[in-house]
């Protein structure tokens, strides 16, 4: 659920409450070329890579990553969601991109994954993810596989994709829902009450 994004974004990051199930995985190692993200855990667990080094963060811990900088987070357990606030603001520099074309990823990303879209750990399938890729390369850069062989798959996929009707932007997921009150603590803990 996005707390705060384009519609009253203003000069601070945009914040999301992300409920990640058990199991669930971000879309894989990634990093941001123009973004800092933020994750601090309000319940249960996340475990993160930044820069190679795993980090298991519980209720109230908080994670960085700074743009350029590879990362991934899942939810190991097998039994217990974690509840995150994501924060997302542009790096120093980078007033030339447009911070909203993350949330138009997110968007997409948790619309496919309401509409039953990706597979068992929340990822698009390879055509779906490579149409997206190629949109918001200027959003999320993947790590594997190696950047040459991206390159050459993507500009594979990503048109034999279009061509069967994924979208890279599905206007329904990238517009504002039905307004839905956040718990008190979420808002809380976004500093936003």
């Known amino acids: 659920m996005i707390l705060r994004g384009t519609e009253d974004r203003?000069?601070?990051?945009?914040?999301?409450?992300?409920?990640?199930?058990?199991?669930?995985?971000?879309?894989?190692?990634h990093f941001h070329p123009f973004m800092v993200e933020k994750f601090t855990v309000l319940s249960g667990r996340l475990d993160a890579r930044i820069a190679g080094r795993t980090l298991s963060l519980g209720p109230g811990q908080s994670a960085t990553a700074e743009a350029g900088v590879a990362h991934d987070w899942w939810n190991a357990s097998k039994t217990e969601e974690a509840h995150v606030l994501v924060e997302v603001r542009q790096a120093g520099g980078a007033a030339h991109i447009d911070p909203n074309r993350f949330e138009l990823l997110?968007?997409?990303?948790?619309?496919?994954?309401?509409?039953?879209?990706?597979?068992?750990?929340?990822?698009?399938?390879?055509?779906?993810?490579?149409?997206?890729?190629?949109?918001?390369?200027?959003?999320?850069?993947?790590?594997?596989?190696?950047?040459?062989?991206?390159?050459?798959?993507?500009?594979?996929?990503?048109?034999?994709?279009r061509w069967l009707g994924y979208q890279a932007i599905i206007?329904?997921?990238?517009?504002?829902?039905?307004?839905?009150?956040?718990?008190?603590?979420?808002?809380?803990?976004?500093?936003?009450?």
């Not at 203003?10 to 190692?29: F, K, M, N, Q, Y």
């Not at 997110?106 to 039953?116: R, V, Y």
């Not at 206007?171 to 009450?193: D, F, M, R, S």
């Open 10 to 29: 203003g000069d601070g990051p945009g914040i999301a409450h992300l409920t990640a199930r058990p199991g669930a995985a971000v879309v894989g190692e």
């Open 106 to 161: 997110i968007g997409m990303l948790f619309g496919l994954a309401n509409d039953g879209r990706v597979d068992r750990k929340g990822r698009p399938y390879p055509l779906q993810a490579a149409v997206i890729a190629k949109e918001f390369a200027d959003v999320v850069v993947f790590t594997r596989p190696p950047p040459a062989v991206q390159r050459i798959a993507i500009g594979i996929l990503a048109p034999l994709g």
């Open 171 to 193: 206007p329904a997921y990238c517009k504002p829902h039905a307004h839905v009150t956040p718990a008190a603590y979420v808002l809380a803990a976004a500093g936003l009450t």
